[in-house]
């Protein structure tokens, strides 16, 4: 199966940055789209990035030029450098994979929709 863990979360000024990681780990084969998503208090989960294979991004309009996504394909990482960033950004942040195949034994298999724990951005002074 495949497993996300992110990292790079905290309590930052208005105006200040932030770098989130998300490692994908198991007996990965390939992942298809990366993304990232987040969450503040009362509203409902929305999308902020994502990133297919080839390197094609997608942005929210919210977070377009202030945040940039990218990913290691050799480490099956994907990472979200936050710039500029506005008390509206506060959120828990989520990291995704729409589709992976990972192997087990001698046989491989196709999963969806794969979520991390999430971490907690704070913009605040």
């Known amino acids: 199966q495949v497993q996300l863990v992110e990292s790079g979360g905290g309590l930052v000024q208005p105006g200040g940055s932030l770098r989130l990681s998300c490692v994908a780990s198991?007996?990965?084969?390939?992942?298809?789209?990366m993304g990232w998503y987040r969450q503040a208090p009362g509203k409902q989960r929305e999308l902020v990035a994502t990133?297919?294979?080839?390197?094609?991004?997608n942005y929210a309009d919210s977070v377009k030029d202030r945040f940039t996504i990218s990913r290691d394909n050799v480490q099956n990482t994907v990472y979200l450098q936050m710039d500029s960033l506005k008390p509206e950004d506060t959120a828990v942040y989520y990291c995704?994979?729409?589709?992976?195949?990972?192997?087990?034994?001698?046989?491989?298999?196709?999963?969806?929709?794969?979520w991390g724990p999430g971490t907690q951005v704070t913009v605040s002074s």
């Open positions: 198991g007996s990965i084969f390939s992942i298809d789209v």
């Open positions: 990133i297919t294979g080839g390197g094609s991004t």
């Open positions: 995704n994979i729409d589709r992976a195949t990972y192997y087990s034994g001698s046989a491989y298999y196709h999963g969806r929709d794969y």
